[in-house]
Each structure stands twice: as structure tokens, then as C-alpha cells.
């Protein structure tokens, strides 16, 4: 299995960047696609996730309303389009795969701090920087 996460730059505040993570190994009807972001000095967090036995998508209270997750599945690419940045959103973001079956519904894990302890895939990152 390999994700490989594309996409990020440099913008400024109110701008957009759609980040691209493309996928191998593994069938998006089994498994849960999940964006995650970490900024310096924090913990990694969960994003937003697309899972088709889950429903969705899903997304953390603080990228609702501007960010949105995709996918083409002809391509196993999942996108994150992420419109009206904040410097706030400034950080590392990874894309990462799970087995649906084996984790509860994203809406709860996206509330917690331990959402990317389910992920079993990672990509390798890609940095997101959004200038004031």
C-alpha cells in the first residue's frame, strides 16, 4: 500500500490549494481516506475523512465550511480542496488509509485525539503554508 500526498504551497490568507493524495494498493470501497495536518510544536490532528461505509464525509469543526474531500475513484485519488485559508491552517498535511470495518464512525473520531493511532497507511506529507 502507498499514498502519496501532492498539492501543498504557499498562499495567502482567504486563498485555496486542493491537495491530491494518490493511492495504491488498496480499493477506496473498503477503506477510509483521512486528511490529517500537523503544525509545529503540535500534535497531529484529524481533518476530514471519506468513507464509504461510514457515510460522510466528515470533517473537523475547524475546516467545515472550507475544506472539502473528494475522490475519483477511476484515478484511487482522494483530494482535500481547501478555499478561505487561515495562517491557522499552516501545517504538514499527511493523507492516510484504513480497513473501514475497524474503525468507529469518523464523526466521533474526528472529535477526538487519538484518531490517527486508527490509521494504519500513511503518505508522506506535504506542507501547507499560509502567509498573513
Known amino acids: 500500500v502507498q499514498l502519496q500526498a501532492s498539492g501543498g504551497g504557499l498562499v495567502q490568507t482567504g486563498g485555496s490549494l486542493r491537495l491530491s493524495c494518490t493511492i495504491s494498493g488498496l480499493t477506496l470501497d473498503t477503506y477510509s481516506i483521512a486528511w490529517f495536518r500537523q503544525a509545529p510544536g503540535k500534535e497531529r490532528e484529524g481533518v476530514s475523512c471519506?468513507?464509504?461505509?461510514?457515510?460522510?464525509?466528515f470533517y473537523a469543526d475547524s475546516v467545515r465550511g472550507r475544506f472539502t474531500i473528494s475522490s475519483d475513484n477511476a484515478k484511487n485519488t482522494v483530494y482535500l480542496q481547501m478555499n478561505m485559508l487561515k495562517p491557522e491552517d499552516s501545517a504538514v498535511y499527511f493523507c492516510?488509509?484504513?480497513?473501514?470495518?475497524?474503525?468507529?464512525?469518523?464523526?466521533?473520531?474526528?472529535?477526538?485525539?487519538?484518531?490517527?493511532?486508527?490509521?494504519?497507511?500513511w503518505g508522506q506529507g506535504t506542507l501547507v503554508t499560509v502567509s498573513s
Open positions: 492516510a488509509a484504513v480497513e473501514s470495518m475497524s474503525i468507529p464512525t469518523p464523526r466521533l473520531l474526528l472529535k477526538t485525539s487519538n484518531m490517527p493511532r486508527h490509521f494504519d497507511y
Open positions: 471519506l468513507s464509504s461505509r461510514h457515510g460522510g464525509p
